[in-house]
């Protein structure tokens, strides 16, 4: 059974930065695709980014783009989530997703098989 376990998640000022870290174990890692999502106090779970098996391609939703990296370390069972510029609509509890995904369904959630428990991430004014 394959367990993602996140860390990273803080409380930080706007304009910040945060690394979330999410270590794998249980599965053959390089195998899956990988993603972020998060999801906000009342609102429905969203894609933030997702990372090939090899790492090479990257998916980004538009908001994200150019303030968040994704990355992987295969070696290592890890992939990571770098974000800069925190803003206050950033706020979420992030969750690491992983999965044998099609390229075409690495947006949505469901097309995931395994799930960490999420890392709390506050963004203040």
């Known amino acids: 059974q394959v367990q993602l376990v996140e860390s990273g998640g803080a409380l930080v000022q706007a304009g910040g930065s945060l690394r979330l870290s999410c270590a794998a174990s249980?599965?053959?890692?390089?195998?899956?695709?990988m993603g972020w999502f998060r999801q906000a106090p009342g609102k429905e779970r969203e894609f933030v980014a997702a990372i090939s098996t090899s790492g090479v391609a990257t998916y980004y939703a538009d908001s994200m783009k150019g303030r968040f990296t994704i990355s992987r370390d295969n070696a290592a069972n890890t992939v990571y989530l770098q974000m800069v510029s925190l803003k206050p609509e950033d706020t979420a509890v992030y969750y690491c997703?992983?999965?044998?995904?099609?390229?075409?369904?690495?947006?949505?959630?469901?097309?995931?098989?395994?799930w960490g428990q999420g890392t709390q991430v506050t963004v203040s004014s």
């Open positions: 997703a992983g999965g044998i995904v099609p390229v075409s369904s690495v947006y949505t959630d469901f097309k995931y098989a395994y």
């Open positions: 249980g599965g053959t890692f390089s195998r899956y695709r």
